[in-house]
């Protein structure tokens, strides 16, 4: 539920500030108040964060994109090995079968 309600917050903050009409002006009365109100230190330090943040979660979802392509590599081979074997056991069936029929 909190995600979700993350996601519409954040939704709602990239309409306002990228609205095509009054964007600009929001977005220059917010870079004001955040120099006059905010650290620059604090300001570096936030973006190194998610600099670092961004690299973990890219990291993070290259292993889970390698994991998935594992899976799906098995899946793939276990069900490509079931497949031979159920043409191999047709394939002796009906050898079996045509050769009772020729002793008859």
């Known amino acids: 539920m909190f995600r979700f309600l993350l996601g519409i917050g954040v939704g709602a903050a990239l309409v306002y500030y990228l609205d095509t009409e009054h964007g600009a002006a929001r977005r220059t009365k917010t870079n004001a108040w955040m120099r006059q109100y905010i650290n620059p230190d604090t300001l570096e330090q936030a973006r190194q964060t998610t600099v670092s943040q961004a690299r973990n979660l890219g990291q ?3 292993q889970q994109a390698g994991v998935v392509t594992d899976k799906v ?3 793939r081979s ?3 090995d079931d497949a031979a074997r159920s043409s191999d056991r047709d394939t002796e069936s009906a050898m079996s079968n045509a050769t009772a029929g020729a002793n008859i």
């Open 60 to 62: 993070q979802i290259s």
């Open 78 to 80: 276990s069900h490509r």
């Open 73 to 75: 590599s098995q899946y």
